[in-house]
């Protein structure tokens, strides 16, 4: 199973946010993370269905919980 989102994924998952973190609605850069919602390593698929945009912040400050 693959672990990183595509770039058309990430194309996807940035528009669904409006080119916004899904967290703290800061501006993403390029560079944004795509994260899985449910950590895959908890078994999440990377589907954008399972996905979303954070800013880097954010994301590593979630880990896999």
């Given at each position: 199973m693959k672990r990183l989102f595509n770039r058309r994924q990430r194309q996807i998952l940035a528009w669904i946010?409006?080119?916004?973190?899904?967290?703290?609605?800061?501006?993403?850069?390029?560079?944004?993370?795509?994260?899985?919602?449910?950590?895959?390593?908890?078994?999440?698929?990377t589907i954008i269905k399972n996905g979303q945009a954070l800013c880097a912040g954010c994301n590593l400050k979630k880990g896999s919980k």
């Open positions: 946010a409006g080119g916004k973190c899904m967290e703290c609605n800061q501006s993403l850069a390029e560079s944004f993370h795509a994260d899985h919602i449910t950590a895959h390593a908890n078994g999440g698929q």
